[in-house]
Nanobody, 119 residues
Framework: QVHVVESGGGLVQAGGSLRLSCVAS?????????MGWFRQAPGKDREFVAS????????YLTESVKGRFAISRSVAKNTVYLQMNSLKPEDTAIYSC???????????WGQGTQVTVSS
């Protein structure tokens, strides 16, 4: 059974940085085609943040985080990272990751990690 666990969240002041990790386990080799990060702020819908493939395909980031966030991966560890710099209060949310499968669908969601950015 595939299991996804996020870590690295916390409380940080505006302008600060955090590095989130997402580990997928239970796959026979790499999990799916890649992984994606999403976030959900209080009272808002979940939104896409970034995705990366296990192959050499380019990564994607949503417009609001470009230039501040970076996504990377370790294929050997079935792990993806989200480096978040220049954090803003509006980045406050629960950040979750999931395995990207066929047709860019996402499955096997983790429980998420809370990121809180104070002003």
């Amino acid at each position: 059974q595939v299991h996804v666990v996020e870590s690295g969240g916390g409380l940080v002041q505006a302008g600060g940085s955090l590095r989130l990790s997402c580990v997928a386990s239970g796959c026979t080799s790499t999990c799916g085609y890649g992984m994606g990060w999403f976030r959900q702020a209080p009272g808002k819908d979940r939104e896409f943040v970034a995705s990366i493939s296990w192959s050499e395909e380019p990564a994607y980031l949503t417009e609001s985080v470009k230039g501040r966030f970076a996504i990377s991966r370790s294929v050997a560890k079935n792990t993806v990272y989200l480096q978040m710099n220049s954090l803003k209060p509006e980045d406050t949310a629960i950040y979750s990751c999931a395995v990207r499968t066929v047709n860019n669908a996402y499955h096997y969601w983790g429980q998420g990690t809370q990121v809180t950015v104070s002003s």
